[in-house]
Nanobody, 116 residues
Framework: VQLQASGGGLVQAGGSLRLSCAASGISFSYKTMGWYRQAPGKQRELVAEITVAGATNYADSVKGRFTIDRDNAKKMVYLQMNSLKPEDTAVYYC???????????WGQGTLVTVSS
């Protein structure tokens, strides 16, 4: 299983970033995929997830600002992040729901830093 997140960077508060995740080694079309983040000194948390059917779920802290989507043909999942806040600063990872629950198959993640 390989889950490679990219697209992070340094952005000012109020700015936008689009994260991408390339998946391989999994039956992508049959998996609920999610974006998760871990801020310094904090536990990893769910940011957003998207089911096979396209249903989405968001953490309250990002509702209305972030959008998750997926491309099954390309085995890609994306996270559009708008109106970024300093508290969004974290390393962002993608994973399957099962991977999150079993704490497995975490890739390198991509660092998002939001300056005030």
């Amino acid at each position: 299983v390989q889950l490679q997140a990219s697209g992070g960077g340094l952005v000012q508060a109020g700015g936008s970033l689009r994260l991408s995740c390339a998946a391989s080694g999994i039956s992508f079309s049959y998996k609920t995929m999610g974006w998760y983040r871990q801020a310094p000194g904090k536990q990893r948390e769910l940011v957003a997830e998207i089911t096979v059917a396209g249903a989405t779920n968001y953490a309250d802290s990002v509702k209305g600002r972030f959008t998750i989507d997926r491309d099954n043909a390309k085995k890609m999942v994306y996270l559009q992040m708008n109106s970024l806040k300093p508290e969004d600063t974290a390393v962002y990872y993608c994973n399957t729901r099962l991977g999150f629950l079993s704490d497995a198959n975490w890739g390198q993640g991509t660092l998002v830093t939001v300056s005030s």
